[in-house]
């Protein structure tokens, strides 16, 4: 047992961040280092985030924040308090929500250190959100060498980049077991184990793919769509929801804890997904997956050959042979203690890198966000 020095606050915003803190959160109360949980109310469709606290052994977040945009000034002044009170000396966040854009400004105007996880990603889409994570934290932790080659081509310090691995699997790892041992979703479902399709789809803008998955799978396998509460209220609106169970084997289901969510994904015979972390923990399971949203943003797992691009041309859906997992790819699952020691580093250093100037047309169209 060990206990710190320091005081380490941890931002939450979303379900995918409950998942890739887990591993962190765990180690860092199995060694009593003090943290300090954050935890903002942000997106919109997450109808189970309590769950996965609960799922992962979380504690009860020490400060939680609404998100409410128009009141922001509101939700940065707690923050900023909170910060200040409890001497916070580094914040840990990762950058892929307006939550997380609000923590680290905060952060920044406070003089505290900012550590963003799984940095250097670009992609369509949040692009921007990423990009003003990176831009506003001191230490950006890489999960691929693709990500550390974004940011040293954008300018960034090298000595606040940092290649850890992806924290996800750890999780994976820790939790794997027990999706084996204690869940029961195949007997709900009544689902055979390698004879089904488990797809994950939380954005209302994957409704079109849906329509190709099930005309495009023809029917070969049983396909379980776990769907988020926005994407269910338009499949109602379309007509399609009741449509698409009566005319073909497709199964919708409510978004899963963890637990759940890796026994369904570790039992399929492939994967379809709209969200970057299914397709993470897929390849981590040695299941192939099929990104919806466009080009898949990790050149290394598709280039190794867990994720491929859906394509609305492709005659037929069909699952393709993973023999081995993603996990060395991703970190070796030992990203935890890799972070703590990084941080142990952090701490004892008398100055730490900034980022270059942030561009002008990110910091403009944002400036409301951001110091």
């Known amino acids: 047992m060990r206990k710190s020095d320091y005081n380490l606050a ?68 707690q923050i900023s308090k909170f910060l200040i009170d409890n001497e916070v000396d580094v914040n840990i966040i990762h950058g892929n929500s307006v939550g997380a854009i609000i923590s680290s400004s905060e952060s920044v105007k406070n003089n505290i250190v900012t550590v963003n996880l799984d940095a250097g990603i670009r992609y369509e889409g949040d692009i921007e959100y990423r990009v003003i994570s990176d831009y506003l934290s001191n230490y950006n932790l890489t999960s691929l060498p693709s990500a550390t080659k974004n940011l040293i081509e954008e300018g960034f310090n090298p000595s606040g980049i940092k ?13 794997e077991n027990e999706a084996i041992t204690k869940s029961s979703i195949l007997e709900e479902l009544d689902l055979a184990k390698g004879n089904y399709i488990a797809s994950i789809i939380y954005d209302t803008q994957s409704i079109n793919s849906i329509d190709n998955l099930i005309k495009h799978s023809k029917n070969e396998l049983p396909i379980i769509i776990s769907i988020s509460k926005d994407v269910e209220n338009k499949l109602f609106s379309n007509d399609k929801y009741v449509k698409y169970m009566m005319d073909y084997d497709v199964t919708f289901i409510e978004p899963l804890d963890v637990i759940d969510l890796i026994a369904l994904l570790r039992n399929s015979k492939f994967v379809v ?7 993470l923990i897929s390849a981590i399971l040695r299941k192939p997956s099929i990104y919806l949203r466009g080009n898949y943003f990790r050149p290394e797992l598709i280039n190794g050959g867990w994720v491929k691009n859906f394509s609305p041309k492709d ?21 935890a203690e890799r972070f703590l020691d990084l941080v142990d580093t952090i701490f004892k250093l008398k100055s730490h890198p900034n980022p270059p100037r942030m561009p002008k047309n990110i910091r403009l169209k944002f400036k409301r966000w951001i110091v």
């Open 10 to 77: 941890i931002t939450i915003c979303t379900g995918e961040d409950i998942l890739i803190f887990s591993s962190i959160i765990n180690l860092l109360t199995k060694l009593e280092v003090n943290y300090l949980i954050i935890d903002i109310s942000e997106e919109r469709g997450w109808f189970r985030k309590g769950s996965q606290y609960l799922s992962l052994d979380y504690k009860k977040p020490d400060l939680s924040v609404n998100f409410d945009l128009n009141k922001l000034d509101r939700m940065k002044r």
């Open 163 to 175: 290649l850890i691995g992806h924290p996800i699997s750890d999780m994976v790892q820790q939790v």
């Open 273 to 279: 997904s709209d969200l970057d972390y299914v397709c």
């Open 315 to 335: 005659v037929s859906i069909k699952p393709w042979k993973v023999s081995r997992t993603a996990l060395n790819v991703l970190g070796g699952g030992t990203v």
